[in-house]
């Protein structure tokens, strides 16, 4: 049976990092050819699995038994392979599937880029342009349309996901009234607006993303009566007066988009409004591993950056915004409960 201890020896151990790619990219394999969706809850053997994925036995021994070594899949004495708790989250049918984000984190334009670490460690700025000669997201929507399909899959499946979790969390019995910006699809208001049966909201997104908002809160929808959708740039405008402004992982651009952002909120929000800041933080996190590698990610392709408890609070308080509370939305997230001073 394959073994999933750790290496404890430092020199071992510092090999097995370097071969991360690896491990990322037969993640990636797996997730594409997907193997983990005609595996079923019985051992089964490479042969029989490559016959249902049409590949080649030999190989994908091989990078199954890679993966078993992380404790993605399981190899028995016969070498039969088997789901872990991992393995399943690459299936595409299961109950918080993260088969999209596994692609997301692994596109083509991240192997360019990674190499390049050095370069933004030097400057401090996004390698994007100079690799692919345009910005990160004009590159995706005009050059990349898989990659870009990839992106909204798997930020649609994040954001339900993180969305359920601050709906959960988040006490907004004392508001008429809530406006979600850059709130993607709409997930979070969603949620709220089925929690709070006489809360009404506003999704502020930019315009593509917008006509794609979730179809319970678009016209006919069974929310539309209490949501409006409203096209902007929240660095532009915040055209919204509400009792709660929420900006959840919006905020890890450069600094001077969320101070724009952050004071368009303030001009906009009446005295006494409460804005809740959702982010991961590089500083308070049960799974600082992956938030630091998200945050170097940023830096490359977008020159933003996820925040620590002491950046967010300054930005916010530089704002005029008094912060309340700090507090756990989930394994990973952090809400910044604020109110607009005055
Ligand atoms: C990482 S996503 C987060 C989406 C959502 N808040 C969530 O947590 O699932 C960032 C969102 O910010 C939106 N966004 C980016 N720039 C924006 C801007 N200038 N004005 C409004 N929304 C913006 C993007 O369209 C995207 O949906």
């Known amino acids: 049976m394959t073994t999933t201890a750790p290496t404890e020896h430092p020199s071992m151990r510092l090999r097995e990092l370097v071969f991360g790619a690896a491990c990322a990219a037969a993640v990636r394999a797996a997730a594409r050819l997907g193997v983990a969706d005609v595996l079923g809850e019985t051992p089964a053997s490479a042969e029989e699995?490559?016959?249902?994925?049409?590949?080649?036995?030999?190989a994908l021994t091989r990078l199954l038994r890679a993966l078993s070594c992380y404790g993605i899949f399981t190899e028995d004495e016969e070498g039969r392979f088997g789901h872990t708790e991992m393995s399943?989250?690459?299936?595409?049918?299961?109950?918080?599937?993260?088969?999209?984000?596994?692609?997301?984190?692994?596109?083509?334009?991240?192997?360019?880029?990674?190499?390049?670490?050095?370069?933004?460690?030097r400057s401090g700025r996004s390698v994007f342009k100079d690799l692919y000669g345009k910005e990160f997201f004009e590159y995706l929507h005009d050059e990349a349309s898989d990659s870009a399909r990839v992106f909204n899959l798997a930020m649609t499946h994040s954001s339900r996901q993180s969305a359920q979790d601050f709906a959960r969390a988040t006490d907004l019995?004392?508001?008429?009234?809530?406006?979600?910006?850059?709130?993607?699809?709409?997930?979070?208001l969603a949620e709220l607006l089925e929690k709070y049966p006489r809360l009404e909201g506003t999704?502020?997104?930019?315009?593509?993303?917008?006509?794609?908002?979730?179809?319970?809160?678009?016209?006919?929808?069974?929310?539309?009566?209490?949501?409006?959708?409203?096209?902007g740039d929240c660095r532009s405008a915040v055209?919204?007066?509400?009792?709660?402004?929420?900006?959840?992982?919006?905020?890890?651009?450069?600094?001077?988009?969320?101070?724009?952002?952050?004071?368009?909120?303030?001009?906009?929000?009446?005295?006494?409004?409460?804005?809740?800041?959702?982010?991961?933080?590089?500083?308070?996190?049960?799974?600082?591993?992956?938030?630091?590698a998200m945050d170097l990610m940023l830096l490359l392709n977008v020159g933003g950056a996820k925040h620590s408890t002491g950046s967010m609070t300054s930005l916010?308080?530089?704002?005029?915004?008094?912060?309340?509370?700090i507090r756990p939305v989930n394994a990973y997230l952090h809400v910044f409960d604020s109110r607009v001073a005055g």
């Open 173 to 188: 019995s004392g508001a008429s009234t809530v406006v979600d910006i850059g709130g993607g699809q709409g997930h979070v």
């Open 49 to 58: 699995l490559a016959a249902a994925v049409g590949v080649e036995p030999r």
């Open 239 to 292: 055209p919204v007066k509400a009792d709660a402004y929420i900006i959840k992982n919006v905020l890890e651009w450069d600094d001077d988009s969320t101070r724009r952002t952050l004071r368009n909120v303030v001009e906009a929000a009446p005295p006494g409004a409460r804005v809740l800041v959702v982010e991961n933080l590089v500083d308070d996190s049960p799974s600082m591993r992956f938030t630091t």
């Open 316 to 325: 916010m308080t530089e704002a005029g915004l008094e912060i309340t509370e």
């Open 203 to 231: 999704l502020l997104e930019l315009p593509g993303v917008v006509r794609n908002a979730d179809p319970r809160l678009r016209e006919g929808g069974e929310l539309s009566a209490r949501a409006r959708l409203v096209a």
């Open 88 to 121: 399943r989250l690459l299936r595409e049918d299961t109950p918080n599937s993260m088969r999209y984000i596994a692609l997301w984190c692994t596109e083509p334009w991240t192997w360019q880029a990674w190499p390049c670490l050095d370069d933004a460690v």
